[in-house]
């Protein structure tokens, strides 16, 4: 297609504020549409503007009280750069990630604009917290992006559905684009034995790794209950869990008398020889809209225990490349032993998961997908 001015909308990125999953999927999808385009990106940070890898990020620093002031004000300021950018020439798209921006969406919807739902604050918070004013304050929110957007796109068919049933998006309206993965920058060729020793851990006892936020979401109290009963049978298993939140002292405190070291937030070079030196990774979500760890733990060619929701029960095949469980304890368990009791099943598992990100999930053909929704957005 012929070249568009793009301009991006996202509260975070891979070079200045980064939160979660969002940083790499924005960031590397601005990354392999500027191969082409013209790509601004609109996001938080302390630094001057700058470009990296073809795209000319403009900062800005928000401020408020609570994180729906905060998103009002970081939309304010991300208008106002928009502006002062646009006197160079006008942009054809504006996309919008996720409800923090939705202010900003608002105040330029006379544009042709996409919004991308890489999850809800039903399925961050709904089951949780029912009735908590600040998810229902953000849910508003994402319904309004819904409605006003002229397109709409959702990380798996799963999500997809899920905004058609909780905002009334009609079908038309909106289309999947999956996130993608550099499958190179998760692959590493390293002593596995040698990371484990800095840990603590046998050569040959088998590394079982959590990675991600600390909260209910994640399903890390699951994993939890399903390592007691694994360790029932297994007493040489050992647990690295890497991430932090508001969960971490309750699941220490029930993990006390269990092989399991919280290491908190690592660097992402700690981040990639956990994911190469360990023997299975596990991503026990209660609710997943797709699961980039499930991508990098492909990548290192990793076996993976899922529990079978959202992108995850999408994008696995049981037993092909993964396997899949109840978000449940139990069903957990289960899976894990599966694995590593049977540790060269679950190496051709791994080498499987590859084979499918790299026919499936690099950034090119994401974005040949997207490039089909810009193309929509007048049609």
Not at 157 to 164: D, I, R, Y
Not at 290 to 301: D, H, I, R
Request: aromatic share 12%.
């Amino acid at each position: 297609m012929e070249s568009l001015n793009i301009a991006f909308f996202c509260w975070e990125s891979m070079y200045a504020e980064r939160v979660g999953g969002l940083a790499s999927a924005a960031t590397n999808l601005a990354e392999t549409l500027a191969k082409n385009h013209d790509v601004h990106f609109y996001t938080r940070g302390a630094m001057p503007d700058q470009t990296i890898n073809g795209v000319r990020y403009h900062y800005c620093r928000p401020y408020g009280k609570s994180t729906v002031q905060y998103c009002e004000d970081m939309s304010n300021q991300m208008v106002e750069l928009f502006h002062q950018t646009e006197r160079e020439g006008r942009f054809d798209i504006l996309h919008f990630h996720d409800w923090h921006p939705i202010p900003a969406l608002h105040q330029l919807q006379d544009r042709d604009t996409i919004l991308t739902f890489h999850s809800t604050e039903y399925g961050r918070n709904g089951n949780q917290h029912g009735n908590w004013w600040e998810y229902q304050e953000i849910s508003g929110k994402e319904w309004y992006g819904g409605l006003i957007a002229k397109r709409v796109t959702a990380v798996s068919t799963v999500m997809k559905h899920e905004v058609m049933q909780l905002y009334n998006i009609p079908d038309w309206k909106c289309d999947v684009v999956p996130n993608g993965i550099v499958p190179r920058q998760y692959r590493a060729h390293l002593d596995a034995g040698d990371v484990k020793r800095s840990y603590g851990i046998h050569p040959y006892a088998p590394l079982i790794l959590f990675v991600g936020r600390l909260v209910y979401q994640k399903g890390p109290d699951l994993f939890i209950e399903a390592i007691r009963r694994v360790c029932q049978h297994r007493w040489d298993a050992k647990v690295v869990v890497a991430g932090d939140g508001g969960m971490r002292q309750f699941l220490q405190e029930r993990a006390r008398d269990l092989p399991v070291n919280f290491v908190g937030y690592i660097p992402d070079s700690e981040y990639i020889r956990l994911l190469n030196a360990c023997d299975l990774v596990v991503i026990p979500s209660r609710n997943e809209p797709f699961g980039l760890v499930l991508l990098e733990a492909w990548s290192a060619e990793k076996p993976v225990v899922a529990c079978d929701v959202g992108g995850l029960s999408e994008n696995i095949d049981t037993f092909v490349n993964g396997i899949k469980v109840w978000p449940e304890a139990d069903s957990l368990a289960w899976g894990i032993s599966n694995m590593i009791d049977d540790p060269g099943n679950a190496e051709v598992l791994g080498r499987r998961g590859r084979s499918k990100v790299d026919r499936q999930f690099l950034w090119d053909p994401v974005v040949r997908k997207l490039e089909g929704t810009y193309t929509r957005v007048n049609a």
